[in-house]
T-cell receptor, first 112, second 116 residues
Framework: DAKTTQPPSMDCAEGRAANLPCNHS???????VYWYRQIHSQGPQYIIH???NNETNEMASLIITEDRKSSTLILPHATLRDTAVYYC?????????????FGAGTILRVKS | DTEVTQTPKHLVMGMTNKKSLKCEQH?????MYWYKQKAKKPPELMFV???????INESVPSRFSPECPNSSLLNLHLHALQPEDSALYLC???????????????FGDGTRLSIL
């Protein structure tokens, strides 16, 4: 399964952009990159996903490099409520289904 | 708030007990998933159901038995669990067939299971 590598933790000042990097050098051509976050005691929350083009939604932007070996999640104006574990995930095919292969995650601490 | 509802939120059971975890979604999703998450670790896939049929079993021990009685409901039956099975059990769903790579999974908040 394709694996992802993320920094274990990052700090960000409130109101500033948070840029979370992820390496996925073994990703295959049809595998999507997903980002989820998990706040303590809750289930993972979907943020965004993409295949090769950059993507933006109301929560974040996803920048994927041209060779698809890495990506960056951007939270444009971080707030204290964005403090969470952020998972970079590759979605891989597996038989008649598919699976989310979670990385170890980055703990993002947003500070005032 | 999540649209995938899991009950109970907490469960404590002995190693000889039989219990069940329940997951429900009313979004019309046709794929449903069970994950296990140990403390300070990422979730790990256990089972995938697609159109009520089991499509992936990640070599999970037989003391965990999944069931999908209809497209809205997913159960996980537990029997003779071990202390190392204590974890957060997460359910998720996604809109179409489980093979679709371009459809996000939506997670419930999980059942925190403790085995005495």
């Amino acid at each position: 399964d394709a694996k992802t590598t993320q920094p274990p933790s990052m700090d960000c000042a409130e109101g500033r952009a948070a840029n979370l990097p992820c390496n996925h050098s073994t990703i295959s051509g049809n595998e999507y990159v997903y980002w989820y976050r998990q706040i303590h005691s809750q289930g993972p929350q979907y943020i965004i996903h993409g295949l090769k083009n950059n993507e933006t939604n109301e929560m974040a932007s996803l920048i994927i490099t041209e060779d698809r070996k890495s990506s960056t999640l951007i939270l444009p104006h971080a707030t204290l409520r964005d403090t969470a574990v952020y998972y970079c995930i590759v979605r891989v095919e597996r038989g008649y289904g598919n699976k989310l292969v979670f990385g170890a995650g980055t703990i993002l601490r947003v500070k005032s | 708030d999540t649209e995938v509802t899991q009950t109970p939120k907490h469960l404590v059971m002995g190693m000889t007990n039989k219990k069940s975890l329940k997951c429900e979604q009313h979004m019309g999703h046709r794929a449903m998933y069970w994950y296990k998450q140990k403390a300070k670790k990422p979730p790990e896939l256990m089972f995938v159901y697609s159109y009520e049929k089991l499509s992936i079993n990640e070599s999970v021990p037989s003391r965990f038995s999944p069931e999908c009685p209809n497209s809205s409901l997913l159960n996980l039956h537990l029997h003779a669990l071990q202390p190392e099975d204590s974890a957060l059990y997460l359910c998720a769903s996604s809109p179409g067939a489980a093979r679709a790579l371009n459809q996000p999974q939506h997670f419930g908040d999980g059942t925190r299971l403790s085995i005495l």
